[in-house]
């Protein structure tokens, strides 16, 4: 362990100060029209955000929910000038296996507060002991609790190579497993890739890396109908990818002076990538988005979040040919997810010991489907102990 970053007890706790602020600032908000008949097509849906804000001003408790939080051991190190926050919840079993867990954009830290109980105490929740990791959950760098105003902004390299610092120099893990989805997704794969032998395994619930262009030949069936369905999904769906993977400053204005827009910029992601089946509630309630979006309010940092976008535009991390991620890999393929590569798609990049096709949830699956994820996290890593 690397003693000269020790870990500070952390804990949340927002001014009074800042949430009479947001009070004030949803009470004078001055809504757009809307265009008739277009309901989400057209973006966020108004009638359902003035709902959303409507309970937000008037149900809406952040600090139950902050107390909810700050029931998980919370902490806090700084490695040179980056401030990265973390979970880290000790399992409870005869042998917890080390988890380190990555959100993505646009979500947060909150996103695993269904999944940690049952994964470090498996027992309490009906399971077997032998199966309890304990739990270190970060916020990306720039996210959340994770960012000190103007820091310095970290990519997907970047982040994989500290949150193995983490693990390893400062809480003293020699290996450890990783699981990740959307931006997690990619930093769990580049540490498969980048420090092998410090990982166990990795689980991912989003497909993060596709094979070189050269080695993606006689493809199947499926792959042709995969690669179809990405292309739909470029044209149709990745506005917000281009704003923030290229002015992404310009647009941190108008998110960071209205918590509306925020909310609008975020819940519209929500509706389209989750499997709600047109009513976003069916997956995410209103308390688990505005916990997530206040996240984001509090500690002003939808504006840092973008840059992994603006990476992937200008300096993308990219599998080499003839390069493949060989650690043992599972993945949940969930039926909602932004885009469903197949199997044989898959194992073109990573050494697949695990797939499992699940029969709902989208991309947010600690979220919207926690106890398959949490099983299926389980399964990969029972044989891999």
Same mark, same amino acid.
């Given at each position: 362990?690397?003693?000269?970053?020790?870990?500070?007890?952390?804990?949340? $706790?927002? &001014?009074?100060?800042?949430?009479?602020?947001?009070?004030?600032?949803?009470?004078?908000?001055?809504?757009?029209?809307?265009?008739?008949?277009?309901?989400?097509?057209?973006?966020?849906?108004?009638?359902?955000? +003035?709902?959303?804000?409507?309970?937000?001003?008037?149900?809406?408790?952040?600090?139950? /929910?902050?107390?909810?939080?700050?029931?998980?051991?919370?902490?806090?190190?700084? !490695?040179?000038?980056?401030?990265?926050?973390?979970?880290?919840?000790?399992?409870?079993?005869?042998?917890?296996?080390?988890?380190?867990?990555?959100?993505?954009?646009?979500?947060?830290?909150?996103?695993?507060? %269904?999944?940690?109980?049952?994964?470090?105490?498996?027992?309490?929740?009906?399971?077997?002991?032998?199966?309890? =990791?304990?739990?270190?959950?970060?916020?990306?760098?720039?996210?959340?609790? &994770?960012?000190?105003?103007? /820091?310095?902004?970290?990519?997907?390299?970047?982040?994989?190579?500290?949150?193995?610092?983490?693990?390893?120099?400062?809480?003293?893990?020699?290996?450890?497993?990783? /699981?990740?989805?959307?931006?997690?997704?990619?930093?769990?794969?580049?540490?498969?890739?980048?420090?092998?032998? $410090?990982?166990?395994?990795?689980?991912?619930?989003?497909?993060?890396?596709?094979?070189?262009?050269?080695?993606?030949? $006689?493809? &199947?069936?499926?792959?042709?109908?995969?690669? +179809?369905?990405?292309?739909? =999904?470029? +044209?149709?769906?990745?506005?917000?990818?281009?704003?923030?993977?290229?002015?992404? /400053?310009?647009?941190?204005?108008?998110?960071?002076?209205?918590?509306?827009?925020?909310?609008?910029?975020?819940?519209? !992601? =929500?509706?389209?990538?989750?499997?709600?089946?047109?009513?976003?509630?069916?997956?995410?309630? %209103?308390?688990?988005?505005?916990?997530?979006?206040?996240?984001?309010?509090?500690?002003?940092?939808?504006?840092?979040?973008?840059?992994?976008?603006?990476?992937?535009?200008?300096?993308?991390?990219?599998?080499?040919?003839?390069?493949?991620?060989?650690?043992?890999?599972?993945?949940?393929?969930?039926?909602?997810?932004?885009?469903?590569?197949?199997?044989?798609?898959?194992?073109?990049?990573?050494?697949? +010991?695990?797939?499992?096709?699940?029969?709902?949830?989208?991309?947010?699956?600690?979220?919207?489907?926690?106890?398959?994820?949490?099983?299926?996290?389980? &399964?990969?890593?029972?044989?891999?102990?």
């Amino acid at each position: 362990m690397d003693s000269s970053y020790t870990p500070q007890p952390f804990t949340i $706790k927002i &001014s009074d100060d800042i949430l009479n602020d947001l009070s004030r600032r949803l009470s004078l908000t001055r809504w757009p029209d809307e265009m008739p008949g277009t309901d989400w097509q057209y973006g966020t849906n108004l009638a359902y955000l +003035k709902e959303l804000i409507a309970y937000w001003q008037n149900d809406y408790d952040w600090r139950t /929910q902050e107390r909810l939080l700050n029931t998980f051991p919370q902490f806090r190190v700084w !490695k040179e000038d980056i401030n990265l926050h973390f979970i880290h919840h000790q399992g409870v079993g005869p042998d917890p296996l080390p988890l380190l867990i990555s959100h993505g954009w646009p979500g947060s830290i909150c996103e695993f507060v %269904k999944i940690i109980g049952p994964l470090t105490d498996p027992a309490r929740y009906g399971g077997d002991p032998r199966d309890a =990791f304990t739990v270190v959950a970060p916020s990306l760098p720039g996210y959340g609790f &994770s960012h000190t105003p103007n /820091q310095r902004r970290l990519g997907i390299e970047d982040i994989a190579n500290l949150f193995a610092y983490l693990m390893t120099d400062v809480l003293g893990y020699s290996r450890f497993a990783a /699981q990740g989805g959307d931006w997690g997704s990619f930093i769990t794969a580049r540490l498969g890739y980048a420090h092998p032998e $410090k990982l166990v395994g990795i689980h991912l619930n989003m497909l993060p890396v596709a094979p070189h262009p050269a080695e993606r030949t $006689k493809l &199947s069936e499926a792959e042709e109908a995969f690669l +179809k369905e990405a292309d739909a =999904f470029q +044209k149709t769906e990745t506005g917000y990818q281009w704003i923030q993977g290229t002015k992404p /400053q310009t647009l941190s204005f108008g998110l960071s002076d209205s918590p509306v827009g925020l909310a609008a910029w975020i819940v519209e !992601k =929500f509706h389209t990538w989750t499997d709600c089946n047109g009513g976003i509630e069916n997956r995410v309630a %209103k308390e688990d988005l505005l916990t997530n979006i206040m996240i984001y309010w509090v500690t002003n940092t939808i504006n840092s979040s973008f840059y992994l976008y603006y990476q992937l535009r200008h300096h993308p991390w990219r599998l080499g040919r003839g390069e493949k991620i060989t650690v043992p890999t599972g993945i949940a393929s969930f039926p909602g997810e932004i885009l469903r590569p197949p199997r044989e798609w898959a194992e073109r990049v990573f050494n697949v +010991k695990r797939w499992t096709p699940m029969l709902s949830g989208g991309h947010f699956a600690a979220l919207e489907q926690p106890e398959r994820l949490v099983e299926d996290i389980r &399964s990969l890593f029972r044989d891999l102990r």
